[in-house]
C-alpha cells in the first residue's frame, strides 16, 4: 500500500505520459497550413494560418484532420491549402497535431460547402460538419477495395418511354452536362423509377464517371440499391446515410474518396459524398421534407447538388412522381429540361382516379361520408383480385379531439398540448405530456364531452376489419413501425403517407381517405405536399389497363383534386408557380425567415442592410402552445429573386456582426423556409 504522496506522484507521472507532447518551435522557413476551425461562430468564417512543423509535413496534407490551438483552447479543424508564406503580419502558432493524415476533404467538397454556406447565410464549419462524417480510425487502417473495370453502357430501357430521356442519356454516355427535370410514371421491376435511375447510373460509369443519387428514406434507398446490383452487379455502389452506424458509414465514405467505387445512394449525407469524376446528380422526390437538413444552415438536397453539378460539370436528374413550385421554376428559367412521358402512356401505365363525390347522385351521403359507398365497392372487387392500399393521412388512433359542444380544440389542462386517443377503450391522453385527462373539462363552455377531429389509421383499420370481416388487414405507420413490402395476396394495407409498402405485383386498388386533412394545413405548400402524397401512392397500384382503380375521397371541385383526376402534376406545379408570382411568393421570389426572441430578431433587422428592394414582413409572435420561456417571434424577409445571393451575403453579414458584439440570444436564419404559413 503506498502512502499519498506515492499516490500523488503516480498520478502525475501517468498525467505526463498522456499528455501530448508540444510540437517543436516554428522555424522561419516552415511551410503554411490554412485551416478551417470546427467552430460555429459566424464572426469567425474565415480561414486560419497556422504554421506546419517539420514533423508534420508530411502528414498535414490539404483536407487532413488536424488539432490547433485556438482561443486557449484545442478545437479540430481541416486544411484547406499548403503555402510558403502568410500575409499574417505577426508571429503563427504551429499546429498542434495532425489527427488524421487521410485528405478527407476534397477540394470539389470544400468548394460546393462554400458555395452553400454562402448561399444558406451559414459559417462553412456547419456545412463541413453535414459534409464529412466523423472518423473511425480502425477504417483507415482498412486495405482499399481494388476498382472494378467499366461496365458496357446499357441500353436506354425504361427511358425510351420518356420524351427527351434517349437524350438525356445521350449527352450523359458523352460527358456533358445535362440538366433534365423528370417525372416518372407508375411502374414496377424494370418499368419503375429506381431501375431508370440505375441505367442512367450506368451510362455515367460507362463514360468513366460517377454518380451521387439522393433518396429521402432508407426504403427508397434500398430500392435503388437492388436495381444499382441488377444493373450493375455486385459491389459496384455504396450506401451512405447518417443513421448507418460511424463504421459503416465512414467505410462507405473512404470507399469513394479513394475511388474504390463511384457509385452512392443514400439519403442526405450522401449529397456530399466525395464521388471520384462526378458525372451524375440525381434527387429523388424533393418535394419529401425530409431533403430539407434540420440542423444550421438548413440546405435542401436539390440546392446541394445543384450546386455541384455545377460546380463539377456533372449531369443533373431532379426526379418525382410529383412536381414541386421549385422544379418548375428551373424549366420557367432555362435552367433545366423536362422529361416527360406522352399522355396516352401515362394513361395507360397510371390507375384510373375517381372523387368519391362523383357519385352522389347514387349515393347523396357519399361527399360526407369517410368510406362511402363507391370505396367500398371498389375496395370489394379489387379484393378479390389483389390487395388494396388505404392511406391515410394520420397516425394513431384519434390523434386529436375537440368538444362536442362548441368545437375547441381539447388540451391538456397540464402543458396544454391535444389531447388524443391511443384505443377505443383508452382514456384521453395529452400527446405532449402523456397526462391523463380522464375529467377532462372544456375551459369555454364547460362541456365534458369528446369527439373526434380526425381519424387516424388505428381506427381505420379496425372499421375496414369490421366492414370486410374475414379479410387480413395490415397497417404501416406510427408506433406499429413501417413495412417494406406486402405479399400479393389479397389484404387491406392501412398505411400514413410515406410509410406505403410496395406489392410486387402492384395493388389492386387504392383508397386516399380524407382528402381534406393535408389541404387543410395553413402552409403555402399544402396543395403540392398533398397531390405528392396522393400520386405517390397511386403510383403502388396496378395501372388503368390491368384494372387499377384509385378513390379519393374529397371535394372533386378543388384544382389539386382535378390534377389528381387527371394524373398532371405538371400543369398544377405550373398554375402554382404562376399564382405565387402574382403573389409575391417563394420561389418566385427569395424568402429568408428570422425566427428568435424578440430582442435578437430585432437586433439583427437593425443591424442588417438589406438590398434595395428587399421588404420585412414582421416580426410577428410565433403561435406554440409548448413555448414555456421567452416569447417567439419571426420576420419574413422578401426580396426579388435576382438579389437572392446579396439577401444571404447581407444577412451573413448582419449574424457575424451580431457574433461579433456577444449577443446573448442570437436569432436563427433560414434562407429558404420549407414551411411559410
Known sequence: MTDGGEQLELLR?????????????????????GVVLDVSLPHLDRVFDYVVPASMSDTAVPGARVRARFAGTEVDGFVVERRAATEHPGRLTPLRRVASAEPVLTPQVLAAARAVADACAGTLADVLRLAVPPRHAASEKAAPTPRRPLPSAPQPGPWRDYAGGEAFLARVAAGSDPRAVWTAMPGRGHDGWPHAVAVATATALAAGRGTAIVVPDYRDAARVDEA?????????????????????????????????????????AAAFAPVADLGLVVCWDDGDDLHAEPRAPYPHTREVLAVRAEQEGAAFLLGSTSRTAEAQQLLDDGWAREVVAVRELVRRRAPRVVVAGDD??????ARAARLPSLALRVTRSALERGPVLVQVPRAGYLPALACQTCRSPARCAACHGPLGLAGGRATPACRWCGRLAGGWTCPVCEGQRL?????????????????????????SGGSGGVLARVPDSPALVVATPGAEPVAAAGYAAGLLLDAWAPLARPD??????????????????????????????????????????????????????VERAELALPPAVAMAEVRGIPEGVEALLAAVRLPAGAQVLGPVPVEDPRQTGDPVVRALVRAPLADAPALAAALAAARALLSARKHPAPPRVHTRPVEVA
Open 13 to 33: 507521472t501517468a498525467s505526463r505520459k498522456r499528455r501530448p507532447k508540444p510540437p517543436e518551435p516554428p522555424a522561419d522557413d516552415d511551410p503554411v497550413a
Open 228 to 268: 444499382l446490383t441488377d444493373v450493375l452487379g455486385d459491389g459496384r455502389h455504396v450506401q451512405l446515410a447518417a443513421d448507418a452506424g460511424v463504421g459503416p458509414r465512414y467505410r462507405a465514405f473512404l470507399a469513394l474518396l479513394r475511388g474504390s467505387v463511384r457509385v452512392v445512394v443514400g439519403t442526405r
Open 360 to 365: 352522389e347522385e347514387r349515393d347523396p351521403a
Open 451 to 475: 369527439r373526434s377531429v380526425t381519424v387516424g389509421s388505428g381506427r381505420t383499420a379496425e372499421e375496414l376489419g369490421r366492414a370486410f370481416p374475414g379479410t387480413t388487414v395490415r397497417s
Open 524 to 577: 403555402l405548400r399544402a396543395a403540392e405536399e398533398a397531390l405528392r402524397r396522393w400520386l405517390q401512392a397511386a403510383s403502388l397500384v396496378r395501372g388503368a389497363a390491368e384494372g387499377g382503380d384509385v378513390v379519393l375521397v374529397g371535394d372533386a371541385g378543388l384544382s389539386v383534386v382535378q390534377a389528381a383526376v387527371r394524373w398532371d402534376p405538371a400543369g398544377h406545379a405550373a398554375r402554382e408557380l
